[in-house]
């Protein structure tokens, strides 16, 4: 864990209604302004969308 969170702890600015608290925010990490949604990614789900993250975790452990 460098510099980061372990996978499958979600991030400390998620909310519970799932929304980020830092959207629109100056200190919103780069990163995540940067990431640009694909079909691949998220699919027609939230759960096709964790089956891919969870893919892409075991895949880069
Ligand atoms: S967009 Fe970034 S800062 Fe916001 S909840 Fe997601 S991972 Fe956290």
Redesign the pocket.
């Known amino acids: 864990m460098a510099g980061g969170k372990p996978a499958g702890i979600p991030?400390v600015?998620?909310l519970p209604d799932l929304r980020?608290?830092?959207?629109g925010q100056p200190s919103?990490?780069a990163v995540?302004a940067s990431l640009r949604p694909t079909e691949e990614m998220c699919g027609d789900s939230r759960e096709y969308a964790l089956r891919w993250l969870a893919a892409l975790e075991a895949d880069t452990r």
């Open positions: 991030c600015q998620l980020c608290a830092l959207f919103r990490p995540c």
